[in-house]
């Protein structure tokens, strides 16, 4: 799993390709209390064992039951569900690339974004990652100014393909926006026009004059103002 936290004082914490924790997200921001941005892989695991994270097993029903629907598209038996996905996999000969010991987990992805009384920001991701991933595969989501940024004129926190996320450094160039003077709506639907139809993407964005979610698929969110 990967998580990241960053706040509007440009304090960061993140973990990448850290496994069996059942917060990914709250690892991350112990890191953002050490001198570093961010750890992976089994020293971002022993950290978390060091500070009181106990093992966790993250896998469930429905995930082991999504990962099997996955894998049987790859095999030319699937439903069709992860068509597209499998698309970048079909090509090549992926299962000499396939480099798991047992079974990759799959799990969903979180993100959020917070304004403070005081007017501060924060944002932050947690994922299983995508659908196919090699193990070692780190996404957007740790990766400051790509999944998430936070600075004063704003949050953003996104979700979707990690490697197109990444690519156009998406959550600093719609923060780039917000400093601009760019509302929050219409600095959200800019981010996602960036993107081809076929890429899933999604953006929460949180500035000065207010807050907006947008995506190009149905994707789960809230709004909580306290
Ligand atoms: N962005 C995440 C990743 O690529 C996945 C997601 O948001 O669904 O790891």
């Known amino acids: 799993m990967d998580a990241s936290i960053m706040t509007s004082d440009a304090r960061f914490g993140a973990v990448a390709c850290v496994q069996r924790v059942k917060n990914p997200i709250l690892v991350a921001s112990k890191v953002m209390e050490t001198p570093h941005l961010m750890l992976v892989g089994d020293g971002a695991t022993a950290f978390a064992r060091a500070t009181g994270f106990g093992d966790y097993d993250p896998m469930t029903e429905k995930a082991k039951d ?32 396939w480099n798991f010991n047992g079974e990759p987990p799959i799990k969903d992805t979180v993100g959020a974004v917070v304004r403070d009384s005081h007017g501060r920001f924060a944002a932050t991701a947690s994922t299983g990652g995508t659908v196919y991933m090699l193990r070692g595969r780190v996404g957007d989501s740790p990766l400051m100014g790509c999944g998430v940024y936070a600075g004063p004129a704003g949050a953003v926190a996104a979700t979707g393909v990690g490697e197109e996320i990444v690519r156009r450094f998406l959550a600093k160039t719609v923060y780039d926006w917000l400093e601009e003077g760019i509302p929050a709506a219409r600095a959200a639907q800019r981010g996602i026009a960036k993107f081809p139809e076929i890429v899933d993407v999604g953006l929460l964005v949180a500035s000065r004059d207010g807050q907006a979610i947008a995506s190009n698929r149905n994707m789960a969110s809230a709004l909580l103002v306290g």
């Open 66 to 97: 999504k990962h099997a629907r996955a894998m049987a598209e790859l095999r030319g038996q699937g439903d069709g569900d992860f068509a597209t996905d499998a698309a970048a996999w079909l090509h090549l000969d992926w299962r000499a690339l």
